[in-house]
């Protein structure tokens, strides 16, 4: 089946760090890829959605200039936390899609990365 | 306002016997919904979907349910086994390749 990876998986940091995270869709050519944030006992909550080669579209109360994000291929998105603080400390999830002819495909997730900012 | 509702936050089943997860949504514009089952600090990973012009998709042990004058659906698993356990998230999108809008997942315990 489809496979999103995500990496790195964890990362403990001290504030003031700017973190990168990659989102690589492993066996398909993903047109679309979508970046979620979870709070502890939440649903996922939408940040951006990116189109490879145009800007991403960042969801209200979403500070684009603090969470970058970069698609710079089929296969590749990244997003950058930048000058990260404590509150920032969540489970970041990525996920790709694609659109077939056939009709709509579900989206594939990463396993997530649990950013913890001291 | 919530377009996805999960409205039972836990279930608990026997195992062997039928698990059935609910949800609701309230935007029609919504043409495509899936299933996805989560562990702890993981990813979800996508079980099933269902398209608009359905009402029923199976899969194995799982099989979803779409009542569209409802605007409800429904996830049977039968039979329900202990690695089942997990929590569940509903959610639906626009043609599939809009961002997904999640409900709020539902726990499922599968007690041996």
């Known amino acids: 089946g489809a496979v999103v990876s995500q990496h790195p998986s964890r990362v403990i940091c001290k504030s003031g760090t700017s973190v990168k995270i990659e989102c690589r869709s492993l066996d398909f050519q993903a047109t679309t890829m979508f970046w979620y944030r979870q709070f502890p006992k939440k649903s996922l909550m939408l940040m951006a959605t990116s189109n490879e080669g145009s800007k991403a579209t960042y969801e209200q109360g979403v500070e684009k200039d603090k969470f970058l994000i970069n698609h710079a291929s089929l296969t590749l998105s990244t997003l950058t936390v930048t000058s990260a603080h404590p509150e920032d400390s969540s489970f970041y999830i990525c996920s790709a899609a694609t659109q077939l002819r056939t009709g709509p495909q579900p989206q594939h997730f990463g396993d997530g990365t649990r950013l913890s900012i001291l | 306002d919530q377009q996805v509702k999960q409205n039972s936050p836990s279930l608990s089943v026997q195992e062997g016997r039928i698990s059935i997860l609910n949800c609701d949504y309230t935007?029609?514009?919504?043409?495509?919904f899936l299933w996805y089952k989560k562990y702890p600090a993981e990813g979800p990973t996508f079980l099933i979907s269902i398209s608009s012009i359905k009402d029923k998709n199976e899969d194995g042990r799982f099989t979803v349910f779409l009542n569209k004058s409802a605007k409800h659906l429904s996830l049977h698993i039968v039979p329900s086994q202990p690695g089942d356990s997990a929590v569940y998230f509903c959610a639906a999108t626009i043609s599939g390749n809009t961002p997904l809008v999640f409900g709020k997942g539902t726990r499922l315990s599968v007690i041996a």
């Open positions: 935007n029609s514009m919504f043409d495509y």
